[in-house]
Structure formats: structure tokens, C-alpha cells
């Protein structure tokens, strides 16, 4: 079985186009960035053409997990890039992380996913709520890819709202009694621990590390998806689960807790986005240059050029938004609000860079020849997790007007 799996890599390495991304800069936004942050991005950069680039399309179209990325994805720090290196991180600040994140959603945005679910929602949770005991257990080993991390927040009937989650704990002397269900989990039925969040008796979210394994716990896989292929959904499903008390983050409270992931996550994709439209956009870019019609480079037409010329500011807009975002995050002062701003902006760049994109290639843009319909696809999902483009439009009304539109 991994013979074959290692025969399949190597043809499609052996027989993949060579990827001739290269980013965009048209503000000269590299000036503002430090050393530390070129070299992160041009690490995960190169990673990414070398192990992402020539094997992508087929996993997204098989609909597979390219888990064999896991060690690599570890090797390159992607596991927690800003987790303290006491912790297995890579101790770096928050725009190293962001373009870590754009570089690998520049990729697949399933790949950026998989990064985001272990380092943003599941290291970072235990890093913040758990005891030291319980960091020393978990944190190296999801650093180095030897555990795989699920963060368990949605429920099948509470996904905006999770504060009407119905997942719960009872206590039961030294554990707790988990009973419920989450849906839409990444990476959940290959996960070795899930961070879950759960109601206690008196109402309050608590949240906790439950072992794959332990009696009671289940993670089928969803199938199904015509968007992010290239990573693995699942439920969890908790009958009667006994977790230890010690398993228990001990001090936080209510929703506050799992929305300080999601900030931290939000964060990564505001940055992610910004990568896959990048690609979209040097993939027409190039395409409008090579083909030709009525006898001329279709890039010489008015309206191909409207198209570009829009792609490049939208992306230096985001680009921007994003660079500022990391010098407030840096200094601690990146408002949830704030960050609810640039998700929701920066997504919404991506997916509508994907669809002008894939009408510059014309019929080509439909195929796996290009990345763009990959992306396209992806890009719809993004726009939904981590809060959906309307949620997020409701914070930033709410932050502006101190007026609750949920309640
Ligand atoms: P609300 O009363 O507004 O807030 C409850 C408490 O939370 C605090 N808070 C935050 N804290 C940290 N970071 C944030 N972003 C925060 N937002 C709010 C707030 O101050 C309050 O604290 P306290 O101490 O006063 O209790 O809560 P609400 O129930 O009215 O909900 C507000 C709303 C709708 C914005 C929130 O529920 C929301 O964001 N909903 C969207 C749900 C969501 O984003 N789900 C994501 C699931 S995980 C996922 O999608 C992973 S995808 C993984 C991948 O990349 O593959
Ligand atoms: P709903 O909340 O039912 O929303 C449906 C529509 O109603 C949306 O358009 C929404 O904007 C709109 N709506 C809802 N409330 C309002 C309102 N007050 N005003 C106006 N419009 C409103 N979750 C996890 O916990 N962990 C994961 O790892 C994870 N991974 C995911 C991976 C994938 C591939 C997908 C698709 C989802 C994942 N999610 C995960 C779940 C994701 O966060 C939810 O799908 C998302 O929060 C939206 O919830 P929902 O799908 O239940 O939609």
C-alpha cells in the first residue's frame, strides 16, 4: 500500500508542470517586513512548489487527504509558528505566521487549513487555557505532526450560534460525562485528540482534550464536498465519553474561550486569502499573455486588462490590510472587530479574484490544467468557516453602531 502510494508520488512529481509562481508586491510592501518574515515566507514558498504544486490536483480530485504532507508541514514550522519554542512553536511573531498562512494557502486552501486546525484552534487552546502538565503532553507532539489535532465548536443544528450548543459534561467524581455531537470538524476522523467545547451542568462553556480512542468517542468522515477536497471533514460524535477532570482547561469560561481561537485563526486566513489570490491572479496574468485571439495576446483587450487591473488593487488593498492588521497584532492591540474585518474582506477578495480569473482562461479555466476553479471552490467554504461573510459583516456593524443585531 505505501509502495504504491510512494509510486504514485513519484510519477506525479516526475510529471508535473513546473510552478512559475511569483508573488506580487506593487506597493513594495517587502520594504515594511523584516528579515525574519522574508526568509518564513521564502521558506514555505519553495516548500510549497516543491511538495504542494506537483501532487494538489490530484488529491483534490480524488477527494483525499494528502497526509503524507503532515511531517513536512511540521518540518517547516507550520505547526504554531507563534506557539513559544519552549512548546515545539516556532517562537516567531504574528506576520511570520500570517505569511506562512498566505504561502500555504497560495497552495490549496486545504492545506492552509490543516495548519490553521492544528497551530490556531487546537495548539493554541491548550498553549492559552490547559495545565502545564497537559502542555508538556500534547504540544511537541502536535508541533513535530506526530499527534493530529480537531477543534470541535459546530453542531449540527448550532453552527453561527454556538452559544446554543447542546454538547454537554456531567460530572461523575474524578471525570466528566461528554455526551453530543459536532459536524463539519476538520481533519476529525484522522485526529488523535479533539480540542471540544461543551456545556457543564450550570450552563458555562468549558473546553477539553479528549483522546481518539476513548470508549464512547466516534469521527465519521462527510463526503460529498465539491469544495476543500484536499482535506479531510468529519463529526464527532460523544456517547457517554469519560474524560478526566485533568483533561478539563481549568480556568476559562463561556464563549470567549473557543471565539479567542477562532480570533487567532480568522487572523491566519485573513493573510491565506490573500495567497490564493495571488495565484489566481499570476496564473491570468501569464495565461493573458500566452494566448491569443483576433490575432493578438488576449492581455492587449480592454476589458482583460479591467480584469487584471482590478485584481492587482483589490490584492494590494488586502495586502495592506493585512500587513497593518499584523503590526497591531504584534503589539496585542488586533481587535476581534478588526480581525472579523479582514476575513471577511480578504475572503471575499480571493473568491471574487478566483471567478474573473477563471473567465480570463476561458474554457481552460474550468480544467486541472490551472489552479483557479480549485481555488474557486475552496475559496466558498472559506467564506463560511471561521464565521460566515454576513456574521462577519454583523460585528463590524455592531462595533460600529454598539447596536446587537444577533439578539
Ligand atoms: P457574545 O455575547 O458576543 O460574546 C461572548 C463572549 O465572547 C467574547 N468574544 C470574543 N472573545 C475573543 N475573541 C473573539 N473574537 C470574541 N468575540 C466575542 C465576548 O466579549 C463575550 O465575552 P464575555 O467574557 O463577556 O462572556 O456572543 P454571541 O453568542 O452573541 O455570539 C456572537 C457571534 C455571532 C459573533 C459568535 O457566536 C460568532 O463568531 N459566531 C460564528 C461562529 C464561528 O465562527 N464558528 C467557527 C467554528 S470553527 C471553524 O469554522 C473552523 S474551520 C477550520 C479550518 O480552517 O479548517
Ligand atoms: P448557519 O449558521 O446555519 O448559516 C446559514 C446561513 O444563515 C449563512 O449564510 C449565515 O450567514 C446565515 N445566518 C446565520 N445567522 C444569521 C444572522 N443572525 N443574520 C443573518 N444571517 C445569518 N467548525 C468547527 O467547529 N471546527 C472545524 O474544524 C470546522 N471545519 C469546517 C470545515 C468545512 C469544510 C466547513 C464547510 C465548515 C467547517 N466548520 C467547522 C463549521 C463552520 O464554522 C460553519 O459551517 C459555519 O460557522 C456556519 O455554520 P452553519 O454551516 O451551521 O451555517
Known sequence: MENNQNGILEELHRSARQDKFQGHDYYNIDELLETEHLLARDAVREWVKKEVSPIIEYYAEKAEYPRHLVKGLAEIGAFGPSIPAKYGGGGMDEIAYGLM??????????????????????MYPIYRYATEEQKMKYLPKLANGEFIGCFGL??????SNPAGMITN??????????NGSKMWITNSPI??????????????IRGMVVEAGTPGFSAPEIHGKWSLRASITGEL?????????SQVFPEIRGLRGPLSCLSKARYGIAWGAIGAAMDCYDSALRYS??????????????????????MITEITKAQLLAWRLGTLANKGKASPAQISMAKRNNVNMALEIAREARQIHGGMGITN??????????????????????IHLLITGMDV????AFK
Not at 498562512?101 to 490543516?114: C, H, K, N, W, Y
Not at 459534561?169 to 461528554?178: E, M, P, R, V
Not at 485526529?191 to 458555562?204: F, L, N, R, S
Not at 453602531?401 to 446587537?404: A, F, H, K, Y
Open 191 to 204: 485526529a488523535d485528540v479533539a480540542v471540544v467545547w461543551a456545556k457543564d451542568e450550570e450552563g458555562k
Open 369 to 390: 490544467e490551472y489552479p483557479v476553479m480549485r481555488h474557486m471552490m475552496n475559496l466558498e467554504t472559506v467564506l463560511t468557516y471561521e464565521g460566515t461573510h454576513d
Open 289 to 310: 499573455l500566452e494566448r491569443e485571439q483576433f490575432g493578438k495576446p488576449i492581455g492587449g483587450f480592454q476589458l482583460t486588462q479591467k480584469k487584471l487591473a482590478e
Open 237 to 245: 460524535v460523544f456517547e457517554d465519553v469519560r474524560v478526566p477532570k
Open 154 to 159: 459546530t453542531e449540527p443544528d448550532h453552527g
Open 169 to 178: 459534561i456531567k460530572d461523575d467524581g474524578d471525570a466528566y460525562i461528554l
Open 401 to 404: 453602531t454598539g447596536l446587537n
Open 101 to 122: 498562512m498566505q504561502e500555504l494557502e497560495r497552495g490549496d486552501s486545504g492545506v492552509r487549513s490543516a495548519a490553521s486546525v492544528q497551530g490556531s484552534l487546537v
